[in-house]
């Protein structure tokens, strides 16, 4: 399984960027998909959660009411819309897979398979 993430950049507060994250190599299973984020000196957060049927989702707080989590199975692409960015919103992005759970859990150590990672960067 291979997991490409895309959509990151640099934006001014209070703008919107969206996040794509496209599997390849998967088989029938069902896959739980998260964003994580990751800023320089800081460890690895979940950001949003969303199941394999795109039925349940989940937010960290800091990010509820501005980031939707998405995804388009037939397509096999997860998104993060992410809006009202903020410059602490500043950080690496990554998409994972969990293939043992309906919905992934938040530790980064629960996920089998992660993107490669995308750069966010809102100025101030």
């Known amino acids: 399984v291979q997991l490409q993430a895309s959509g990151g950049g640099l934006v001014q507060a209070g703008g919107s960027l969206k996040l794509s994250c496209a599997a390849s190599?998967?088989?029938?299973?069902?896959?739980?998909m998260a964003w994580f984020r990751q800023a320089p000196g800081r460890e690895r957060e979940i950001v949003a959660r969303i199941s394999w049927s795109g039925g349940r989702t989940s937010y960290a707080d800091s990010v509820k009411g501005r980031f939707t989590i998405s995804r388009d199975n037939a397509k096999k692409t997860v998104y993060l819309q992410m809006n009202i960015l903020k410059p602490e919103d500043t950080a690496v992005y990554y998409c994972?897979?969990?293939?043992?759970?309906?919905?992934?859990?938040?530790?980064?150590?629960?996920?089998?398979?992660w993107g490669q990672g995308t750069q966010v960067t809102v100025s101030s």
């Open positions: 994972a897979a969990d293939t043992s759970r309906v919905l992934g859990g938040i530790s980064p150590y629960e996920y089998d398979y």
């Open positions: 190599g998967v088989t029938g299973s069902a896959r739980a």
